[in-house]
């Protein structure tokens, strides 16, 4: 035995190798399960009494200079010395892509900060919402057309779960949540079911606001929605609001700004009109505050919800909705120099 391990340990402290899988075989060789030195330890158990401590030491010490010379093999393998001489060192790297913002995140960015500097703050909610927080909460009957028309997609019909088609469940949740005076921008995504086309998606982004205190008036909305668009499109623009509906709100409005194009002579972008469709707004309907605890003797409130995608469209004269989901690398570069 012990001359086993001798010519063992002269074997070990010679030992070579050149590369990784020799290393390997060498480990395997001697330290695995079935390797040699393993073999070495499971015969001690013959081993006479008298002889148990020397050998016993002389085995240890065999298997510590073997675990030892292999890992030294294994670092000088990978020092410097051992480069693969065979790469090619002047071959043209690969390029290092580095991505863009998208257009639809910086313009999101863009309406959040205008509206951050006017003292909103940020509030996000869940994509996958009940029927309250959609619907129920905001003043649409049961059987409300506005349901179909929003032609929303259903994740589960009893109880009723949905994937929300505009953020105002989001408002919904922080006037659960905080007392007057709230002041929120509500950015997320919202789904529709509706056929993909150049002009519409089945999912897009919102960027919808609220602010509730006492003796907000509409000349507030007004306000706020005019400094808004000549921040987004520039000193000369104007706005107008013409009447519309919606059920969390009354008075409701649809905003149009001066053509982006043509600042409102008529064009082919505003089809002649001179204006351009943003977005709706209104004066918090008294039945949303009452239904979220807030009493609407007290306190008044205006909404309003645009879609990003339609603000980017005419900032960057985007004309196919598609175009912000199919992650061309065209389109998105195009986008590297508004950062
Ligand atoms: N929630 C409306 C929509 O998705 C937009 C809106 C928000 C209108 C707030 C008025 C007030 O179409």
């Known amino acids: 035995m012990l001359e086993k391990i001798n010519a063992m340990m002269a074997e070990i402290e010679a030992l070579k190798a050149s590369n990784a899988d020799e290393i390997e075989a060498l480990r395997i060789k001697y330290l695995s399960k079935k390797g040699e030195i393993t073999g070495l330890m499971a015969e001690f158990r013959n081993v006479a009494a ?41 071959r043209p790297a690969y390029p290092d892509e580095v991505g863009t913002r998208h257009p639809l995140s910086l313009v999101r960015q863009e309406i959040v900060d205008i509206f951050a500097r006017m003292g909103f703050s940020i509030a996000e909610g869940p994509e996958v919402e009940d029927d309250w927080h959609v619907y129920g909460a905001l003043n649409f009957a049961d059987d409300h057309p ?32 905080q ?16 056929a993909i086309s150049a002009r519409a998606h089945c999912f897009f982004h919102q ?16 306000q706020v929605l005019h400094q808004f668009a000549v921040e987004m499109f520039g000193p000369n623009t104007q706005i107008r609001l013409r009447p519309s509906y919606f059920p969390f709100t009354e008075p409701s409005a649809e905003m149009d700004v001066s053509c982006t194009l043509c600042g409102g002579k008529g064009c082919s972008m505003c089809k002649g009109a001179g204006w351009l469709e943003i977005m709706g707004c209104g004066m918090v309907d ?26 980017a469209n005419l ?22 120099a508004a950062h």
């Open 50 to 90: 008298d002889q148990k401590r020397e050998i016993g030491q002389k085995l240890n010490a065999l298997k510590a200079a073997a675990t030892e010379r292999i890992e030294a093999l294994k670092a000088e393998y990978q020092s410097e010395d051992h480069i693969d001489t065979n790469i090619d060192l002047t």
């Open 146 to 177: 506005a349901r179909d028309m929003q032609d929303t997609f259903f994740v589960q019909r009893d109880p009723i779960v949905v994937l929300r088609s505009h953020t105002s469940s989001v408002q919904v949740r922080v006037m659960n949540q």
């Open 179 to 194: 007392k007057p005076p709230i002041r929120v921008v509500c950015p997320g995504r919202v789904y529709r079911n509706e």
């Open 207 to 222: 960027v919808e606001g609220l602010y509730i205190d006492k003796d907000v008036s509409f000349a507030d909305l007004k």
């Open 286 to 311: 008294p039945n949303v505050l009452e239904a979220s605890g807030i009493d609407p003797k007290e306190y008044t409130g205006y909404a309003f919800g645009m879609g990003v995608e339609r603000i």
């Open 315 to 336: 900032k960057y004269r985007v004309k196919d909705l598609r175009l912000f989901s199919e992650n061309d690398k065209r389109f998105l570069n195009e986008f590297a």
